[in-house]
């Protein structure tokens, strides 16, 4: 209270000697209004022009309906805040403002950036101390989130993730994938459109992970699409991230480290298409594949399967010029094999003939000789056949006796009064046993 009464000591001793001051305990009691002009005064008199000013906006409060904005801006070291204050801007400022921040760092005025703004301090008796923000310098800004963007490289390359997403290996044929992305969105569409209408009728599966895209809100989206599709990753071959329209305003959020670190650290290969016109996202560096449109990721994905069916038509042209050899050369080994055989068949043949001829001749010779053989064993045979026949027998003075015309070989079997019949080379002689 002394160091606001004396900041203006010849307004309040005019004012005390005017008007019947009240008091307490014989010291004078002044009101608000007096004290809170008082303090205008001061900082009118003590900050008489705008200041160039850094800070971070902690939270922008803009209000549409009215056109203005009341950030509350902060200095922060490390993760406490140090200083802070109520900022004002008003319409027309802001306006003009916001879109030339927009046109050089391609982001709107949000909270959590760094800024350098023009303001003047004033102290208000109804609405207390603010600055009034008359103009905020993007290229400061955009300096600062080029600093945060070499931070989130170095961070995520001595955490040794950098590389991570990029060197996972893409399936051959990525058939099944998972977009994260807007149903409505033009790259959306650009991109189904592209993949679905190929001219070489290559089919693919695609589901679609709903997210908002841009600006701050984009991080905590589509970082947990990621967890909901790492629960599943079995189900996909590759994620796809695209969004298409708007430029490349509130694409910050894909500089940010806690997105980039999801992407690069992903078990599954991850293709970007977030529409980065200008300068490449850290996103965009440690995804898997990079492109700027959602198209370009379709025909990305098209061109695998086109890859591989041009290596496919190449290994059937390579394997039916190596048959077509193969087949030449059996062909001419058959034909070699067929002269040969034709060489070799009529020289068997022909000594085939030969021995034919030969063993004929053996064989006449040899039935030639048998049959003389033969003739000759059949001639002794019929001599000893002659010689053995009975009338060569009874010549020689044998007899046969024979009863009831069977020759007698045993005496026993006769009885007495047997009539016999003895047989002699030259008659018969009847006799009676007795």
Known sequence: MTLTLAADPQRIKRHI????????????????????????????????????????????????????????????EGNSIKAEMRAVIWSANYQRINQRFLDITGNPLKENISILCLASIEFSPKHGLALHIQDVEPNYTLGEMMKNRKAVIERLQKEGVFMQNKNLKMPVLPKRIAVISVETSKGFSD???????????????????????????????????????????????????????????????????????????????????????TNLSVTDMVAHIYNITPTDVAFQLIGAFQKFDEKVNQLSQDLALKSKGVLMQHQARLINFQDALTRTAKYRLERSAAEVTNIADNLGNMAAHLMQRQQDVLSTLEDKVKLLHPDHILKRGFSITRLNGKAVVDASTMKSGDELVTQVYQGEVKSVVK
Not at 238 to 249: L, P, S, Y
Request: net charge negative; with cysteine; charged share 20%.
């Open 191 to 277: 991109f189904i459109s592209t993949l679905n209408n190929n001219r070489y009728g290559y089919c693919f599966q695609t589901e679609l992970f709903t997210s908002i895209l841009q600006g701050d809100k984009a991080i905590v989206g589509i970082t947990t699409r990621l967890d909901e599709i790492e629960k599943r990753q079995q189900d996909f071959d590759c994620v796809v991230i695209v969004r298409g329209g708007g430029g490349d305003v509130g694409l910050s959020c894909y500089d940010d480290y806690r997105m980039a670190h999801r992407v690069a650290t992903f078990p599954l290969p991850v293709l970007t298409g977030i529409g980065h016109s």
């Open 17 to 76: 000697m005017e008007t019947p001051r009240e008091t307490f305990q014989d010291h004078p009691i002044y009101s608000l209004s007096e004290i809170t002009m008082s303090l205008h005064r001061v900082v009118e008199r003590t900050y008489p022009q705008p200041y160039y000013i850094k800070a971070e906006i902690l939270k922008l409060n803009y209000y549409p309906h009215s056109g203005h904005c009341y950030p509350e801006l902060v200095e922060k």
